[in-house]
């Protein structure tokens, strides 16, 4: 594999492991407007794309009732389902060698920008990025592929030869896709490697172990 300078980085299920704040907030959204919790499985589809289509695919909400459902999201989540979250073991170092090695690294979020930024800060991981740049809270910018056109603006990336996003579902690579960019394919996250494959990732990372072998030593 090529060896890249620009690194894109997803969050959930690429840096941390965040289901438990998610899916607690998506219970407590549940049962704020009067709705059946669903079983484990759907729940767990939440993790990945962005919240608003996620309601809307999975709970068939209409669009009055998915943003009654994301505002009652944001009444947990920011306060204690953000922090119900763990760095994957292995991503500090990582971050830590491709920032040595002098590589740009850039975070690309579907989540909200101010939740992203906040959650780097608690793990003091922040200093790491060159620009953090996520969703924004009135959901004018949700879509991956959006949001990745965002993070390459911010961060003044404009040659795309050596750039590469690093992702755990279908919507990371789709998202890459659209912008010119190949995608790695997390699969210690949340998504599966048929799903990543099937979306086109370039690679496959098992483990942070293999991430680190295919960032670092190509």
């Known amino acids: 594999m090529q060896p890249y300078q620009t690194i894109l980085f997803d969050l959930d299920g690429t840096l941390t492991d965040s289901a438990p704040g998610i899916l607690n907030s998506v219970r407590h959204a549940c049962q704020k407007m009067a709705l059946e919790v669903p079983e484990e499985a759907i729940l767990r589809r939440f993790l990945g794309p962005p919240l608003p ?9 209409q669009e009055e009732d998915t943003v009654r459902a994301v505002a ?12 119900e ?16 090695a002098g590589k740009r690294v850039v975070m690309a979020t579907s989540k909200p920008e101010d939740f992203a930024r906040r959650i780097m800060e608690h793990f003091s991981l922040e200093s790491y990025f060159d620009a953090i740049c996520g969703a924004t809270m009135d959901e004018t ?4 592929g959006e949001v990745i ?9 404009t040659q795309l030869q050596d750039v590469v996003m690093v992702g755990d ?14 995608c790695i394919g997390a699969v210690y996250g949340y998504g599966s490697a048929d799903e990543l494959t099937k979306a086109g990732a370039v690679a496959l990372a098992n483990t942070v172990a293999d991430l680190h072998t295919l960032l670092c030593d190509s």
Do not use: C, M, W
């Open 141 to 144: 910018r949700t879509d991956k």
């Open 85 to 100: 979250n763990e760095v994957y073991p292995g991503i500090p170092e990582l971050l830590a060698d491709l920032k040595r």
């Open 169 to 182: 579902r279908e919507h990371d690579v789709k998202g890459a896709a659209r912008n010119g960019l190949p």
């Open 53 to 61: 289509d996620s309601f809307r695919e999975y709970l068939h909400l």
């Open 72 to 83: 009652a999201f944001r009444e947990y989540y920011p306060e204690r389902g953000i922090f």
């Open 149 to 157: 056109a965002y993070a390459l603006q911010t961060a003044g990336v």
